[in-house]
C-alpha cells in the first residue's frame, strides 16, 4: 500500500513542477549553437551560453566519455590534455599559473578561500577556480574574489566552445563534459586575465581529477572521508589514495591531521612519487602580534582549514617574493620516516591576520537574518561535515534564542543527492529538536523559467522526488514513530492518499514553496509579490500555527550545496544579479 502511495504521490509532485529536458531551455529547442552573436544583447548571449553548457551535462559523447573512463581513470586526464589542445591551450601554459592545488573531502573550499584572501589581501591579482557553484555558474570562475562578470564570461565561453566545436569533426564529434569543460575554461580565463596565481580546488579525488594536469608551487590535502564511493572507492585507505594523487615530485605539499590509516596510506604515496609532505599543526600554535586570531568562516573545523591555508600562502609568497623572510625553512624531511614531519607554526604578519578574519565563502556555517526569520545554511553532505553542522548549528541556534523576545520555533530544510546515506545523516540531526522537518528537491521553483544555472538534467525529477519521500520515511523511521500512512499532500485540491496523520515531517516540490511555507509571510524577501506562492491544503496550513505564534522562526538548511544555493538564488536576490 505504501509503494502505491509512494508513486502516486510522486506522480503528484512531478504534475507541479515544469519539464526539464536536457535538450530545451526556457521554452526553446537548442539543435544548432549560432556562433555568429549580437553584440548589443549580453543578457541573451549569456542566456545562450548557460543553456549550451548545459547540453554538455547528458550529451551523448559526454556521457561515453563518462562509461569509458570509469573503467579506465587514467583516460580522463589524457582526455582532458587533448581538449585543453584543441581548446588552444598546452600544459606549459598553464605553468605560469604559479598554481596552487587543493583536494580533500571536506574544507578543500574553505581552505582555498582562505588561501586566495590571505594572498589577495598582499596584493597580488588572484584566481580561483571551485565547484559546485551556489546560485551561478560564474562563481566557479572567480578573479581577486569575485566571481567573472557576465560579458567576461560570455566571452571567454564562446571563444573555448567554438575552438571546440570546430575541431569536434576531426575528432569523433567528441566534447568536453560539463566539469571538464569548466576547468579548461577556467585556466583560459586565468591565463586571459593574467593573475598572478590561481587557487585549484579538485572536483572529485585527485589521481583522476581533470584538474590534475597541472603542476603547482604547492598542494594541500584538507580533512579526508567517505564520499563520492562509487568513484573513489569505499574505504577511507581508498579514497587517500585518490587524493594523494595530487602530489608531484620535489612539489611541497601540506595536510591537515588524517585519520591515522589515511594518513600511513598519504605518507606512502608522497614517498612513492617523491613529494615532501607535512602536517599542519594547530591554529591555536601560531602566533600574532596584532592580537587573537579570528576567522571569517564559522565553526570550529575551520581551524584546521585556516592552518593549512597559512602553510600554502606562506611556500607560495616563499617562492614568489624575494627575501621573503617569514619563514624561510621547513622542518626536516625524510623519505625513510614512517610518519609525515609537522609543519612549523610562526607568527602571523598583520596581513595574514587580516587575511583570515576577511574570508567569506557564502553556503559553509553561513547566518542570514531576515527579521523575525534566521536562515542557517550549510553545505554539508557527508558524515564528517554533518556533524561539524550540527556542532555549529547548536551552538550558535543557542546563541540567537538567548536574544529572542519569545518561543523559538526550529525548522530543518533537507535533501541529499548521490549516494550519499542521508538517513544517517538525518539521524545526526535528531538531536537538534526540530518542530518540523521539511524536505523539497534541488529544484528553485517550479516555474518554466527558474535559473538555467541551476538545472541538473543528470537527475531526474521522478528521483528526486522519491529521495525526498525516503528522507522523510527516514526521519519518521529515527523518531520511532511507527508506520508512516503516507506522505503529507501540500497542494490544495489535490487527491488524498490515504489518512492523514499528526507528523512533523512536510515534502514540497521546490525549494520556494518549501521556504514560503516556513516563513509564512514573515520574510519581507520571500513575500515578494513577484515570487509566486503555491495554494497549500488548509489542513497542512493548520500545522504552520506554531510557525505563525513563534516570536522567531531558526531554520537549518542542510544535506547538499545544491540546496543552499537554491535557497540563496531565493533569500540573497543580489546572487542572482
Partial sequence: MYLKLHRMYIHFIIQCLPTLNSRTCYGYEIKTIQLSRSATDIAVERRDAICTLNTLQTNVSALDQVRR?????????????GFLERAGLSVEELNQLNIIHVTGTKGKGSTCAFTERILRSYGFRTGFYSSPHLVQVRERIRINGQPIGKELFTKYFWQI??????????????????????????FHVFLQEKVDLALIEVGIGGAYD????????????????????????????????????????GVPAFTTKQPENAMTVLKDRAKEIGCPLWVCPDLDDYTADSGPVHLGLA?????????????????????????????????????????????????LSPIMVKGLASTEWPGRNQTLKHGAVTYFLDGAHTMRSMQACVDWFTETALQ????????????????????????????????????????????????????????????????????????????HLHHSRGGNSGPQLLIQDSLPLGPEKKADTLVFPSIL??????????????ANPGKAVFMVKPSIMAKAALLCDAAEIHVLI???LHLVGGALKHLDPASSK
Fill in 69 to 81: 573512463e570509469r573503467g579506465h581513470p587514467q583516460q580522463q586526464l589524457l582526455a582532458t590534455k
Fill in 161 to 186: 566552445y567554438g575552438r571546440l566545436d570546430e575541431t569536434k569533426g576531426t575528432h569523433g564529434g567528441t566534447m568536453p563534459a560539463y566539469f571538464r569543460f569548466l576547468t579548461i575554461l577556467a
Fill in 210 to 249: 581533470c584538474t590534475n594536469i597541472i603542476r603547482p608551487w604547492v598542494c594541500g590535502i584538507s580533512s579526508l572521508g567517505i564520499d563520492h564511493t562509487q568513484i573513489l572507492g569505499d574505504t577511507i585507505e581508498k579514497i587517500a589514495w585518490q587524493k594523494g594523487g595530487i602530489l608531484k615530485p
Fill in 299 to 347: 565553526g570550529l573545523h575551520q581551524q584546521s582549514n585556516a592552518s593549512l591555508a597559512l602553510q600554502l600562502s606562506n611556500v607560495w609568497l616563499q617562492r614568489s617574493v624575494p627575501g621573503w623572510i617569514w619563514y624561510k625553512s621547513f622542518p626536516s624531511f625524510s623519505m625513510e620516516k614512517t610518519v609525515a614531519p609537522q609543519a612549523m607554526a610562526f607568527n
Fill in 400 to 475: 540567537h534564542e538567548r536574544n529572542a523576545s519569545g518561543p523559538v520555533a526550529r525548522v530543518l530544510l533537507f535533501n541529499a543527492t548521490g549516494e550519499r546515506d542521508s538517513a544517517a545523516m538525518l539521524k545526526l540531526l535528531v538531536p537538534c529538536q526540530f518542530d518540523f522537518a521539511v524536505f523539497c528537491p534541488n529544484i528553485t521553483e517550479a516555474i518554466a523559467s527558474c535559473n538555467a544555472d541551476q538545472q541538473n538534467f543528470n537527475v531526474s525529477v521522478e528521483n528526486m522526488v522519491t529521495r525526498c519521500l525516503d528522507n522523510e520515511r527516514s526521519w
Fill in 513 to 526: 514553496s518549501a521556504l514560503q511555507w516556513i516563513t509564512q509571510g514573515r520574510d519581507s524577501v520571500l
Fill in 558 to 560: 542542510t544535506g547538499s
